[in-house]
């Protein structure tokens, strides 16, 4: 299904399922279905890159056909907000503190798919857990930032297809397998991501389970739509969106900065997005919206092709993020910081057999390594001892890790913090320390951590993060 018959959708019912009366007091994830039991689950997980907590309400059939038909995490978090480090966890079900991935580029020995492959990182993936139970597996899209410098005719263990992109532009590109040159224009990549995904599904024999994960380069930074361009707004859909994604926020460009740590004090006020092409940062969320209706309408595909092949009541269905994005929140764009925007995303899972539809779950949840165990249980296989936690589990998390490296790019030291529900806190390798009561504070706008009415809420999350975040992220310390 392509842009015309997407946006005839309405998403009313974003507000319903996101309301908090949707939310379950209890997982609404049963395994009574017995899934070893009987015929093993088709999996299906559909990764966007970089995309903005909220953002999923303008997408129609998203919201049709998976909250409404699905559960949905409106707390679910990823630990280290980094393309790279999180695409790692999700593979892995272990946080970046297991995995050893902990940057984008192979410049340094914790980051991109150099690290991955070198620690020995592919040699036990969810895919290849499946593989070995007899599913045919395929990549189709992003898989990590350094592939392009894999050997020629590289493949990942695990993948009986492994269609991962080099060079992804939107309409110049390559996959590893075939030359890495690439010098002719193309489909529109998320439409070509969506075909191949398609002709995956049936290709398939009938008569074997397959995981197809699909990890469009979309909404990420040029911002080009292609033939999507003016669909959010023919749709009608950017009020809903801006609504649910938090803006206009009093955060964004903040006038005061002086309960924020050093290096952020230089950072100044801009209403332009800074890298690439220069946009208005109120005109990016819809251009991002513009390439969610792209992979909307690549999501309806995949599910017409499990329909016509009579999988799709057969079929776990996920779809989330590797990331939130920033725009423009305490002076910040994109990601890579422990901020709400930065580190919440998207999270919704269809399975008929065994997911009650249209229930927002209000647990804690960490997107990439319990998607990893969740999955996996679901289909009956195996896992190892992770990081990860099954959404099936009936005992919720209390919070999660927050952890990440330095940026060097936006001068951002290394480190470690607790994030609940309600209250975050984090520590840099510089001593300096932020805590944030979302209740009272929902823009983090006033750091408490050294408020005396906090101090012992702030000294517990400590002490938690101390225990949690081990080993320690690349260059960070406790003593300053």
Known sequence: MRFGSVIAAVVALAALAMSPGAMAATPAVTSSASP??????????????????????????VMDELVAKGITFPNAFVPTSWCCPSRASLLTGNLSHTTGVWE???????????????????????????????????IFGKYLNGIDKAPNGFVAPGWDVFDALVRPGPWRYGFVGESKKVTQSRQYLTD????????????????????????????????VAGPYTGAAKKAGVMPAVRAASGLPSPAVNQGDMSEYPDWMQSLTRSHVFTKGKPHQLSTVIRLQQDMLMGIDAAVADILGALERTDRLSDTIFVFTSDNGYLLG??????????????????????YDRA?????????????????????????????????????LSRQPRDGLVLEAAPWRGQGRPAYCGWREEDFAFWRYTTGEEEAYDYVADPHELRNVADDPQYSDRVAAARDRARIECDPLPPLFTWEP
């Open 36 to 61: 070893q039991a009987a015929s093993q689950p088709n999996v299906v997980i559909v990764l966007t890159d970089d995309q903005r907590y909220g953002t999923e309400v303008g997408m129609p059939t």
């Open 329 to 350: 929140e305490h002076r910040l764009q994109r990601k890579n910081t422990p901020y709400d925007a930065s580190v919440r995303v998207p999270l919704a899972i269809r």
């Open 104 to 138: 984008n580029t192979a410049s340094v020995p914790y980051g991109a798919w150099q690290a991955f492959n070198r620690l020995g990182g592919e040699q036990d993936t969810i895919a290849t857990r499946l593989q070995d139970a007899g599913y045919r597996t395929g």
């Open 355 to 391: 997911i009650a539809g249209g229930v927002a779950d209000g647990r804690v949840a960490i997107a990439n390594v319990d998607v990893y165990s969740t999955v996996l249980e679901l289909a009956g296989v195996g896992g190892a001892q992770v990081d990860g936690r099954s959404l």
């Open 192 to 223: 070509e991501l969506a075909d191949r995904t398609v002709e995956f599904i049936e290709s398939t024999p009938a008569d074997q389970p397959l995981f197809a994960f699909v990890t469009p380069y979309a909404p990420h930074l040029p911002f």
